[in-house]
């Protein structure tokens, strides 16, 4: 069984910092991408950052420039680097893997902006 543990939310101040991180645990290899998105109150969940192992990185378009998405394929982990950081960034953050086809998703993280 895959599961998924991301960390290291929280409260942050606008202008801020956070990193988060996502460790897979269980029977997958060879992930073929790795990808981080978020969910706010009352909307869809969208795509933040994401890429596919060997090839470009894809951030939305509201993030560019602020988050830096990174992974080790190897070590099965995924990290979002999150600096200067909005209020509109206050959401759930959801880390996934895509493998053969299948997507597996974490628990989320809870990210709050706010001063």
């Known amino acids: 069984q895959v599961r998924l543990v991301e960390s290291g939310g929280g409260l942050v101040q606008p202008g801020g910092s956070l990193r988060l991180s996502c460790a897979a645990s269980?029977?997958?290899?060879?992930?073929?991408?790795m990808g981080w998105y978020r969910q706010a109150p009352g909307k869809q969940r969208e795509l933040v950052a994401s890429f596919a192992i060997g090839s470009s990185t894809n951030y939305a378009n509201s993030v560019k420039g602020r988050f830096t998405i990174s992974g080790d394929n190897a070590k099965k982990m995924v990290y979002l680097q999150m600096n200067s950081l909005k209020p509109e960034d206050t959401a759930v953050y959801y880390c996934?893997?895509?493998?053969?086809?299948?997507?597996?998703w974490g628990q989320g993280t809870q990210v709050t902006v706010s001063s």
């Open positions: 996934n893997f895509f493998r053969n086809g299948v997507r597996y």
């Open positions: 269980g029977s997958i290899f060879s992930i073929n991408a």
